[in-house]
């Protein structure tokens, strides 16, 4: 088995410099041994970062209930699913069918809950997570597969995501102020290091070009075009239904900020962050801010309508206010009242993570 090491030098000896989208791309989802494909337990307390999902239960079962809401409560209607995108271990998944099957068994019943999941590794972790409810889960690699059974390639249903966005690949561009142009970052050899080396000038234009005259020079900014056309994919497969995305990002204006010189893009390894993000490909895990305003103008442009954009904090707040007022929700307990806070607080979760709602109806 090759490490994702060996294999980016392995591709720098051929090409001199690899683009800073491939390092991430081999660093994090190299068959066997990239990040996201060894070992499970890198989510949590004893692992790399915390979630929202390893916070606790909660975050799930607020889910699950904004969910039943939005398909109507007295059942699912025939062929309606909910889809999850980037499950990693499951247990986001067995949260919200647990609630489901406790709370509002006759959604459970009829429910199909489908996992959108390229890696058989991680879809061994899934499936051991979420093994109580097998017979209403299933698997899909891509949305070709995923859509075969809908009526006319769509699917009818919700489909969300949990801290997906932000780990796709991403293209690092810098700004050369003398020369006014724009650069792409890319990725070379010294000695046993990887270091940064400049490609060649950049097709990359800015949305409003006068930011350039106040941009300083060396100013980074990474653009995920593969979010974007994922997101652009979802909606294309969506007949009916939401499409949620939650993540930390920020809008297009709050990116291109002059005094956001380095960029989003950063490196986590047990709970520290670090921006030497060559380091260590393969053992640490690697991330960017999402960009809403291109993940929002990307569904419009499927023809979904915009429903909500705001803050995690805003978003569940609002979801516990509903089941307040609609009851059967379970006891409220002091460790859902700690868990709360955690997910909604801003020093938190509770302001770094949006919430994107885009929806289609007949």
Excluded at 147 to 168: M, W
Excluded at 203 to 228: Q, R, W
Excluded at 291 to 299: E, L
């Amino acid at each position: 088995m090759k490490m994702p090491k060996e294999i980016i030098c392995e591709e720098i000896s051929k090409k001199g410099v690899l683009p800073f989208s491939r390092f991430m791309e081999l660093a994090l989802y190299c068959p066997e041994s990239g990040y996201y494909e060894t070992e499970m337990a890198k989510v949590g307390r004893g692992g790399d970062f915390i979630t929202s999902v390893s916070v606790g239960n909660l975050f799930g079962q607020l889910l699950a209930y904004q969910f039943s809401e939005w398909v109507g409560g007295g059942g699912w209607s025939p062929g309606t699913v909910i889809v999850e995108a980037g499950a990693h271990d499951g247990r986001l998944a067995a949260d919200i069918l647990g609630w489901l099957k406790a709370h509002r068994p006759e959604c459970f019943a009829g429910l199909k809950y489908w996992i959108l999941e390229p890696s058989l590794t991680r879809e061994q972790w899934q499936r051991s997570t979420v093994k109580e409810f097998t017979e209403n889960v299933g698997w899909a690699r891509d949305f070709k597969q995923l859509s075969a059974g809908g009526k006319n390639g769509k699917i009818n249903g919700i489909v969300f995501s949990n801290e997906l966005l932000d780990s796709f690949p991403v293209r690092r561009f810098g700004w050369d102020k003398m020369g006014t142009h724009w650069f792409e970052w890319g990725v070379t050899r010294e000695g046993d290091n990887f270091i940064w080396a400049k490609l060649e000038k950049a097709n990359f234009k800015l949305t409003n070009p006068e930011l350039e005259a106040v941009l300083p020079d060396g100013y980074t900014v990474e653009i995920a075009p593969a979010s974007a056309e994922w997101w652009r994919a979802a909606a294309g497969m969506l007949g009916q239904g939401r499409l949620l995305a939650i993540d930390y990002g920020f809008t297009e204006e709050e990116i291109f900020l002059p005094s956001r010189q380095c960029g989003t893009l950063r490196a986590y390894s047990q709970h520290h962050v670090s921006d030497d993000v060559l380091a260590n490909p393969g053992g640490q895990d690697l991330t960017a801010h999402v960009n809403f305003s291109a993940i929002q103008k990307a569904g419009e442009a499927g023809g979904l309508a915009t429903e909500a954009f705001f803050s995690q904090a805003k978003f569940l707040t609002q979801i516990l206010a509903k089941t307040q007022v609609g009851g059967n929700f379970g006891e409220w307990t002091p460790a859902r009242t700690r868990q709360f806070q955690t997910l909604t607080h801003p020093e938190h979760f509770g302001r770094a993570f949006r919430v994107l709602v885009q929806s289609r109806s007949v």
